[in-house]
């Protein structure tokens, strides 16, 4: 474990030099809290984001996770404008969009598009699938040369659907096949980013392989860009190149994946993938293990300092007096960025002890056997 005075700073703080098609800096989504029946007073706000960086190269996939509610999803709505950010900017294919009126955005959404959480309220259950995927080109003004139906029918196959489902609702199709006709919506104006937002946890785990193999598939053939939003660690660790860990509004760290798998430095990373289950029959297999205290802070009035603090077993004075930066430590890859004022060693072996800050946890010792 290092010490205060180990901690090593690199001077640069961005990714490496390079053509970014998506580029966010401190980006910022505050949800006012009013009180009152007639003159609505602010009284408050939710710190849904609260100043995040990062970037997407074109063609490269970017996971987002963390724990629910730590603002994953309103970050996705904030990249494609579905909700105006209260600060920040976001930069997408070489143009400002923060503050592009609705009646201008047109064009940035023809390369922008959004995969939704729930395949059931994303899709009009009184449209056809055929209008469903065609109505963003008839809305665009793109008009193939083979025909509105034939282009939608293309696409339905190319999701894994029958052209035969065009005339139908989405009311005659199952939860997997929805996902589809909702990836279908996305790719018809051939975008050059998908935003997807947890697109297969609703889904059933047998189908949740298939639809990140398409979407797999999809990426290869047509050189899409992803924003992946996903609380499931293993589906994020098998589709992104990179992972970008959140925690209360915050980005606590950015890697590629082989190293944030394998090399994690931020403690809430580490603590992340202990929850992590993995195939170990013979119960010979050794891994750190860590079970957190309470939950996390309210948005409303998020810890001063180091968000992660209330639940971090490394805290200290510094931890609640400085906001760490998100920068490159010492030893770390140029890509691998932290922000953290006393981070762990880079790996994922067993502890001697396993760290448990639960106190039911401890008091009824249930330690001493997770453990042995």
């Not at 009009?124 to 193939?144: A, C, D, K, S, W």
């Not at 925690?247 to 202990?274: C, F, N, Q």
């Not at 939950?295 to 077993?313: A, H, I, K, L, N």
């Not at 760490?324 to 890509?335: E, F, K, Y």
Request: neutral net charge.
């Amino acid at each position: 474990m290092r010490a205060a005075d180990e901690q090593e700073h690199a001077v640069s703080t961005t990714q490496p030099a390079g053509e970014h098609l998506l580029d966010v800096r401190g980006l910022t989504k505050h949800f006012p809290i009013r009180h009152g029946i007639v003159f609505q007073r602010q009284i408050g706000a939710v710190h849904a984001v609260d100043g995040i960086d990062f970037t997407v190269a074109a063609g490269q996939s970017l996971g987002l996770v963390g724990e629910s509610g730590c603002g994953k999803s309103t970050t996705g709505r904030l990249v494609t404008r579905l909700l105006k950010p209260t600060a920040g900017r976001v930069v997408f294919d070489g143009e400002d969009i923060t503050h592009t009126p609705e009646n201008r955005m047109k064009e940035a959404r023809r390369n922008l598009q959004m995969i939704f959480q729930d395949p059931y309220s994303s899709l009009n259950p009184r449209h056809t699938v055929g209008t469903i995927v065609e109505t963003p080109m008839r809305l665009n003004g793109i008009n193939p040369p083979q025909g509105h139906k034939k282009r939608a029918q293309e696409l339905l196959e190319t999701v894994g659907l029958s052209p035969e489902h065009y005339n139908r609702y989405p009311n005659e199709f199952s939860g997997g096949q929805r996902q589809r006709i909702g990836i279908a919506r996305a790719l018809a104006l051939r975008p050059k980013l998908i935003v997807a937002d947890e697109p297969v946890s609703a889904l059933d785990v047998s189908i949740q392989a298939q639809i990140v193999n398409l979407l797999q598939d999809l990426q290869r053939e047509f050189g899409i860009a992803f924003v992946f939003i996903a609380h499931d660690l293993a589906v994020v660790r098998h589709f992104c190149e990179r992972v970008a860990v959140m925690y209360l509004g915050k980005i606590v760290e950015v890697a590629d994946r082989r190293t944030l798998y394998t090399g994690p430095r931020h403690p809430y990373t580490h603590a992340l993938l202990s929850a992590v289950p993995e195939a170990d029959p013979d119960g010979t297999r050794r891994r750190e293990r860590i079970r957190l205290a309470g939950d996390v802070p309210s948005p409303v009035d998020p810890p001063s300092g180091c968000r992660f603090r209330t639940r971090c077993w490394k805290a200290q004075e510094r931890c609640a007096r400085e906001e760490p930066p998100l920068v490159r430590l010492a030893g770390s890859t140029d890509g691998h960025l932290t922000a953290c004022h006393f981070p762990e060693e880079p790996s994922v072996a067993a502890r001697e002890e396993d760290i448990v800050l639960d106190p039911a946890l401890s008091a009824s010792g249930d330690s001493e056997s997770t453990s042995s």
